[in-house]
C-alpha cells in the first residue's frame, strides 16, 4: 500500500485506530465535553484532569465514529499529554490537520476536526456535580 | 457451506445497458482509472440527456417568467410549466391539476403540510401518528408541530427485520389521532410500507394520512386514488429530474380548506394596504416565482420514466437488488439493515464490524463507487437498530449486476483490510 | 412644443451591444418577423451561455447530493456549493458565509423572517412598518404575521411622484415598532430609495430592518455592511441565474437567535423521536436537500456580472432608462409612473388614455417586444395611484437604444390605434 | 388590417369595445355578481333583473380592463339579454370562447372568461337588502 499524503489510511493512523491513545473514562476529570457531527453522526467525548500549574495532567477520549474520527483523537490526546490548557487553546484547526497528516477533503476534514472542536470545548466545560 | 448456491442474476428481467448512454454523468472516470459506479440514487439521481437538453432549450429559447406575462416567451413557459403540472397529475393518478402543488422538494412540502394544515386543525391533546423509520423530513416538522400546538407524536414501531409492527397502528390510532406522516418506502431499509392499509385504517378512525412518497414515486407506480392518499410529497431530483423541484399533492377538499401557508406575488385573489385574499389552487401555496426551468424538466423526466415504463424500472431494480443483497452477504460479518429482497425497494444499507460507514464509503470511492454513509437523515432509526451509522447502495434504472459485482468486492476487500491486525502505535507513550 | 429637444443618447455610457451574443435566447424571431426585444427583466431576466453551460457542465460532470456525501461527486457538487455561497457572500458584502442562507427565491426568504424571526418576536400591538410601493412578497407575509401575532402593520406613504414621504418614518416608528421591511428599488416606479438612511432611522428607534433586494442586488452594487441591514432578500432569477434559486442575507447574530424554520435533512444536529436540536448556521435554515445546480449557477451568475462590472451595468441601464423616459414622453398622452430619471433604477412604468395595459402588452408583443403589464404584484400602490394597470419596460445589460425606439414607436401606433373613432356595433340593440 | 382568427382586436371587438351593449348599472337588478382576475386586475360586475318566467328580463355590465376582457362582456350580455337562466347555465367556456370570434393564448382566454364566469356565479347571487 502506497504512504502518500493521498492515502487517508496511511498505516500510523490505522495504528491509532487500533490501539488509540487514552480510549476510556477519567475518573478524576476536571473537564469535559462531548460533541457529533450532524453530518455523520460521529461523536467523540473528552475528558480532562487540568491541574493547577495550568496542564493537562491526564485525558481520555471516548465516542464512535470513522477512522479518521477516532484516530484523530487519539492523535491529539496523546500530543496534549501533559502540555498546558494555553497550548491546547493555541493548537488550531490547521494544526491539527497536519498533525493529522493524510490530505483530507472537505467533508473528511469535518471528521479530524471533531475531536480538536471537542477539546477545545472542554477546557471550558467544568465537570458538574452530576459527572457532566 | 453445502446450502451456498452461488447467486445469480435474471437477465431477462434487466433494462438494456444501452440507456446508460443517456446519461453523460455515468461516462466517466474518477481517481485517474475508475469507471464512476453510481450507487447514491437514494439521495439523489443522475439526469438523462433529455431532461438536461429541455432545460438547455428553457433557457436558450422559451424562458419568461409565468402567468402573468401577455408576451410570446411568457405564454410559452406558462404554457410548459401547466403542461408539466399535468404530467404530473397523470403520473400519479390525481384527479385535477388544482391538487398538483409545485414546492422546492419534498421537506417543503411536508412543512407545507404541517403548518397550513397542522396549525389550522391540530389542537393541544392531539395526537399524531408517524414511525420510527421516518426520514427527518417527516419527522422534524411534526416535532415542531407537536411543540406549537401541544399535540402529542406517536411511533408505530418497527420489527426487528426493519418492517413496521401494523398491529400497534389500531392501539395508537385514537379520535385524538389528526394526521398519520408515513414514509411509503424506507430511504435506508428499503421497506415497501402498506400505505393503501394504513390509509383505509387511519381513515377509519378520522384521521388524514400524509405519505411521504420521496423513495417510491421515483421507483414504484403511484396512485394516489387507490391510495386514498390526503396529502402526498415528492422531490424532483430523486427521479432524474433537477434539484429545486418537488411536489405536493393534497386533496382538492382538503387545500381548499387550507389557509394560505407562503405569502407573495402569485398567491393572491386581492391586496389591499391592510390584508388579502388567497388565490385559486394550485395557486394559493405557490408563492413568488416558481421553479419554472425545474418543473418543466421534471415534465421531461416523467416522460422519459413513461417511455422506458415504471414496471420494467421497477422490476430491473428489484432483481438488481435482490442480487445484492444476497451476494453482500457473502461477506462475513456484514449485516443488511431490513426487510428480505421481497419486502423491499432497490437499496441496500448494511454495517460491517470494522471499519465504520464513513470509512467504507471512502475506500469504495477510491475505486469508483459512489455509496452514501451516515445516518441517512434517519437519527431515531440507527438509534433503534443500536447503529451510529449504516452504509448505503441504492439503485436506479442505469445501474448494472457487474456495478453489484464489484460493489461486494471491493466491500469484501475492506473487510479483510480492517480486520484487526494487532498493531501498535510506534513510540506511542 | 419650441423646448422640445430631440433626447438622444451618450453611446459612451453603454455597454457593448456584442455582448447580446452571450445570451442565446435573444437571437430568436418572434411571430415570424419581428427580432425579440426583451423588456421584461424585471420579472425575470434571461441567461447569458456561461450560466447555461455551468448547468450542463453540473448535470454531466459533477452532480451528487450535497454535504453528507463520501464520494467523488458529492464532493465536487459541495465544494462548488459552498463556492457560490461565497461568491454570493462577497458580492454583497457580508461578513461571514454563514450569514447567507440558499432560498428558493425572495418571497421564500421573506417569509422565513416573517415565520422565524416574526414569530418569535413580534407580539400584540407592536408595529411592523412597510411601504405603499411594497411587492405583494413583502407586504402578505407582513400581512399574515401581524394577523397571526396582533400587531399593527402601518405604511410608508409615498407622493404622487413615487417618492418615499421620509419625513413621516419619524413619527411612524415608535418604541413599538420591531421591524421595517422595504424594497431597495420599487419593481413599478424604478425608484430607488434611501435604505442606508431608513436602516438608520429604524436601528435608533431600536427596530430591525429587512430589505427587498430583489430589484437592486441584480443591478445596483451592494453592500449590506453599510447599508447596516439586518436582513436581505433577493432571487437568482432576476440577476442571470436559473429559476429556484434565492438568497436570504442575515445578521449571524439574529439568525443564531432564531428558531428553526422548516424542518427536516441537514438543519439538525441531533434528532431523536421526541425532539430534535438545530445545526450551526447556515445549514439550520436549508432543510431538505437545497437547489444545488441553481445555487451553483448563480455563482457562474454572479462572476459574468462582475467581469462586466456592476457601476457598468448599472450606467448602461440608467442611461437606457433616462432615454427610455424623455421618448416615451413623446407619446400624447402617455402618463409615467413615479420618479424622474435621476432617482430610479433602470424600468419605465405608464398608462396611456387607451387601451388598457394588457392591449399595449398584447399589441407590443406582436411587434416582437415583450413587456409585462397589469398591476405588477404592486396592488396597493396602483390603488394609490388610482390605476388598475400598468404597462412595464425595463432593461438589463443586453437592451439597446434600438430596442427603446421601437418601444416608442409601437406604443405610439397603438395610441393612435386606440383613439376613440365613434365606432358602433354592428346589429346592435 | 388583415381580419382573421389569429387577430385579437377585430374591428367587432372593437366596436363592442367602443359602443358596449348596456354598460351601467341596473336599479332593477335581482341578481349580480362581481370578480376579478387576480394575475392582471381586471374586473367585471353583472347586474341581472330575473323575471319570474326565469328569463333574464335585463343585464347591465360594469368594470375595467383590457379590450378582451370587456369586449367579451359586452358580448355575452348582447347574447343573454331576454334568454333563460337555464340558457345562461348552458351557455359554456366554449360557446364563449367561440362568441368572442379571435383565437386566444390561454392567459388571454382568462380576459374573456372573467364576465362569463361572473354570469355563472351572478344568476346563483341574489341582491341583498343593501344592493351588494
Ligand atoms: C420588489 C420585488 N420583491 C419581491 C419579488 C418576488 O421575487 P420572487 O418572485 O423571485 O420570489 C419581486 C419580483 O417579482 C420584486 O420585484
Ligand atoms: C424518505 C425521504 N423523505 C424525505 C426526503 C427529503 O427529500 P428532499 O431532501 O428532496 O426534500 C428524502 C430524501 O432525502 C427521503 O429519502
Given amino acids: ?132 | 457451506m453445502l446450502e451456498l448456491k452461488s447467486p445469480t442474476i435474471d437477465r431477462s428481467k434487466l433494462l438494456p445497458a444501452s440507456l446508460r448512454d443517456d446519461f453523460p454523468i455515468l461516462q466517466q472516470i474518477v481517481h485517474d482509472e475508475h469507471p464512476l459506479v453510481f450507487l447514491d440514487n437514494a439521495a439523489s439521481t443522475q439526469r438523462p440527456r433529455q431532461v438536461i437538453e429541455v432545460l438547455r432549450r428553457v433557457y436558450e429559447r422559451d424562458y419568461a417568467n409565468v402567468h402573468r406575462g401577455i408576451h410570446t416567451l411568457s405564454e410559452r413557459s406558462t404554457e410548459q410549466y401547466e403542461e408539466a403540472r399535468e404530467k404530473v397529475r397523470a403520473f400519479i393518478g390525481a384527479e385535477k391539476p388544482t391538487e398538483i402543488v409545485f414546492t422546492s422538494g419534498t421537506t417543503a412540502g411536508i412543512n407545507l403540510v404541517a403548518r397550513s394544515w397542522g396549525d389550522a386543525n391540530v389542537k393541544a391533546g392531539d395526537e399524531i401518528i408517524v414511525t420510527t423509520m421516518e426520514h427527518h423530513s417527516n419527522l422534524v416538522p411534526w416535532q415542531q408541530l407537536a411543540e406549537r400546538s401541544g399535540a402529542v407524536l406517536k411511533h408505530i414501531p418497527i420489527t426487528d427485520d426493519g418492517l413496521l409492527v401494523l398491529d400497534t397502528l389500531d392501539t395508537l390510532l385514537t379520535e385524538r389521532t389528526k394526521i398519520v406522516a408515513v414514509a411509503s418506502v424506507s430511504n435506508v431499509l428499503g421497506t415497501i410500507n402498506p400505505v393503501t392499509e394504513i390509509t383505509r385504517r387511519a381513515h377509519a378512525a378520522g384521521a388524514v394520512v400524509l405519505i411521504d412518497a420521496a423513495q417510491s414515486v421515483p421507483h414504484l407506480a403511484t396512485n394516489v386514488r387507490e391510495i386514498g392518499a390526503d396529502f402526498l410529497a415528492f422531490s424532483g431530483h430523486k427521479m432524474l429530474a433537477p434539484t429545486g423541484i418537488g411536489v405536493l399533492f393534497g386533496r382538492e377538499e382538503l387545500l381548499d380548506a387550507m389557509p394560505a401557508f407562503l405569502g407573495g406575488g402569485s398567491m393572491i385573489n386581492r391586496v389591499w394596504e391592510d390584508r388579502f385574499t388567497p388565490a385559486e389552487l394550485p395557486a394559493k401555496f405557490e408563492a413568488g416565482t416558481p421553479p419554472i426551468a425545474p418543473a418543466i424538466a421534471l415534465g421531461a423526466a416523467i416522460d422519459y420514466l413513461k417511455l422506458i415504463g415504471l414496471e420494467n424500472v421497477q422490476r430491473h431494480e428489484h432483481e438488481l437488488c435482490r442480487y445484492a443483497y444476497e451476494r453482500l452477504l457473502e461477506v462475513d460479518g456484514l449485516r443488511i439493515l431490513g426487510a428480505p429482497p421481497d419486502r423491499r425497494a432497490g437499496l441496500v444499507s448494511f454495517t460491517l464490524p470494522e471499519p465504520h460507514a464513513h470509512d467504507i464509503a471512502q475506500l469504495l470511492d477510491e475505486r469508483g463507487i459512489a455509496v452514501r454513509a451516515g445516518h441517512h437523515c434517519t437519527w431515531p432509526l440507527h438509534d433503534r437498530l443500536k447503529i451510529a451509522a449504516s452504509t448505503r447502495a441504492s439503485f436506479y434504472l442505469y445501474n448494472t449486476p457487474a456495478e453489484v459485482d464489484l460493489l461486494v468486492e471491493v466491500v469484501g476487500e475492506i473487510r479483510e483490510r480492517f480486520r484487526p491486525k494487532g498493531r501498535k502505535r510506534r513510540g506511542g507513550s
Same sequence: chains 1, 4.
Wanted: charge should be negative; proline fraction near 5%; hydrophobic fraction near 35%.
Fill in chain 1, 1 to 132: 500500500m502506497p504512504i502518500d499524503e493521498e492515502e487517508l489510511y496511511q498505516e500510523h493512523i490505522l495504528d491509532h485506530y487500533e490501539d488509540p491513545f487514552h480510549r476510556g473514562h477519567l475518573p478524576t476529570a476536571t473537564h469535559a465535553h462531548e460533541d457529533n457531527n450532524p453530518l455523520c453522526g460521529d461523536v467523540v467525548r473528552i475528558e480532562l484532569e487540568l491541574g493547577e500549574d495550568g496542564k493537562i495532567r491526564d485525558c481520555f477520549f471516548s465516542g464512535q465514529g470513522c477512522v479518521i474520527s477516532q484516530a484523530s483523537a487519539s492523535m491529539l490526546l496523546e500530543k496534549m499529554q501533559g502540555k498546558t490548557v494555553d497550548e491546547a487553546k493555541q493548537f488550531s484547526a490547521e494544526d491539527m490537520l497536519q498533525l493529522y497528516g493524510a490530505r483530507l477533503t472537505p467533508n473528511r476534514q469535518k471528521c479530524c476536526l471533531l475531536s480538536w472542536k471537542v477539546l477545545q470545548s472542554a477546557v471550558h466545560s467544568p465537570v458538574g456535580r452530576d459527572g457532566t
